[in-house]
């Protein structure tokens, strides 16, 4: 991955308002030595993070992704961030952004053991070639996630619902997809109902109807989901926020893993067994998601 542009940002109270966080943002190497060995992220995985597209400068729905940051933040007791700096810090952030598409990704961490604030820092890196997975499509393995539906609601501490640092399970489960002959995992819940996928929302259609799994603190809400979804309707689509039962992974006449920065991948194969792809369609969809969204 070339990574193009970091920033290391000094965290202000949510509450300031300012029209210029510049004195709180700080350009660095983004190859050179950036953090403290005491940060809890790289300790513990105590953070939480987002990754945003940035096509052609533009980046992609900056407020879902803030929101999601502010959310993720709540749900681990991380103080409320600052939207309007973080806002900053994408802006100055985009404008070094080449043509074509990159990736922004903000992180917030609890910050150094015993010391007295969190520290934060921002990224821009080219954007992985997701060429292939948009036109061929992804083979999905489903992987019991472990536990059942409710268990979200009566382990809130699980943080199934945040966008944390701790994706060690879920590169886990990516790998495991591969040992099966896949290219990417989706979760299923030990009493057989579909999640996410590690890295990505699913979406499924059943003619003119799109489903996706409702986000009940076990998943994320995806940007690119709720994006899509406003597309769909606007277009005429009726679009639903469901329990999917794993059955539906078969039935559905076609689906999606969606993604900030993969877009629309079809699913070209569920554990080996072969699901159509609507060529067009997904091209329709990934070229509404390639255009300037706010
Ligand atoms: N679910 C998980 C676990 C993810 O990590 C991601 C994105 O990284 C998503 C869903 C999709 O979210 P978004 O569309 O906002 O990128």
């Known amino acids: 991955m070339a990574w193009r542009f970091a920033l290391v940002i000094d965290p202000v109270a949510s509450d300031i308002r300012r029209d210029d966080f510049s004195d709180t943002l700080a350009v660095i190497d983004p190859d050179g030595p950036a953090l403290r060995v ?102 999905i393995a ?47 819940t030990s009493d057989g109902f579909v999640l996410e996928a590690p890295t990505a929302s699913i979406v499924l259609r059943f003619g003119g109807r799109f489903v996706t799994p409702t986000p009940n603190a076990g998943i994320l809400h995806g940007t690119t989901q709720l994006s899509l979804f406003a597309h769909l309707e606007q277009r005429g689509f009726e679009t639903a ?12 006449d076609a689906a999606w893993l969606l993604s900030s920065v993969r877009l629309a ?12 792809v609507d060529h067009a369609f997904t091209d329709e969809l990934n070229a509404y998601l390639l255009s300037p969204r706010d």
């Open 38 to 139: 005491g940060d809890l992220s790289a300790q513990r995985g105590d953070g939480v993070f987002e990754s945003l597209g940035v096509v052609d400068g533009h980046p992609q729905e900056v407020g879902p992704h803030l929101a999601r940051l502010a959310h993720s933040a709540g749900l681990c007791d991380l103080p409320e961030p600052n939207l309007d700096q973080w806002r900053a810090a994408i802006d100055r952030a985009a404008a070094e952004a080449p043509a074509g598409e990159s990736v922004i990704k903000l992180i917030l961490s609890r910050g150094v053991e015993h010391g007295p604030a969190p520290t934060a820092w921002l990224t821009l890196a080219d954007a992985p070639d997701n060429a292939r997975s948009r036109t061929e499509g992804v083979r």
């Open 142 to 188: 489903a992987l019991d996630r472990g536990y059942a539906l409710d268990v979200p609601a009566r382990a809130p501490w699980l943080l199934l619902g945040a966008k944390t640092l701790s994706y060690a399970v879920n590169m886990a489960a990516i790998r495991e997809a591969k040992r099966r002959g896949a290219d990417d995992a989706v979760f299923v």
């Open 241 to 252: 926020y469901e329990t999917v039962p794993v059955s539906d992974l078969g039935r559905a």
């Open 265 to 276: 991948a079809p699913i070209s194969a569920v554990d080996g067994e072969a699901k159509a």
